[in-house]
């Protein structure tokens, strides 16, 4: 399938994703796409995420086993998920670039990028 295919499409969803800072599942960015686009099927928002994710266009999180969310923003940045609202932020800090050729040095692979998730209780659940 192209990636042409579905410009339009494609865009209406990198443009609602970006709106969020919350970091949404597929049902959260479908339902808020859906309020200015009704006629858009959540196969064409599942299809277009994976496609944005594997073209790194976008982040996919694997923060459950059963949920993926999305993030608009692909500098290298850090995330903190809430065990207890599953709230999902972003952390300013800097990157940890030398861990990257750490992992290299001791196992002897090519490191192509890493994603680094904490996890606990957010300051508001606290």
């Not at 959260?28 to 599942?46: D, G, N, Q």
Request: net charge negative.
């Amino acid at each position: 399938m192209s990636a042409k295919r579905n410009t339009i499409q494609r865009q209406i969803i990198v443009d609602t994703l970006n709106k969020f800072t919350s970091h949404p599942s597929v049902d959260m960015l479908y339902l808020e796409i859906c309020k200015t686009h009704p006629s858009i099927s959540k196969a064409t928002v599942y299809r277009n995420l994976r496609q944005l994710s594997s073209e790194g266009a976008i982040q996919q999180l694997a923060v459950s086993d059963d949920v993926a969310r999305y993030d608009g923003c692909t500098d290298i940045h850090y995330h903190f998920a809430c065990k207890s609202c599953d709230k999902i932020m972003d952390l300013e800090m800097d990157s940890i670039p030398a861990i990257d050729s750490l992992v290299q040095e001791k196992y002897g692979i090519t490191v192509d990028g890493h994603e680094i998730l904490f996890s606990g209780t957010c300051e508001e659940c606290m």
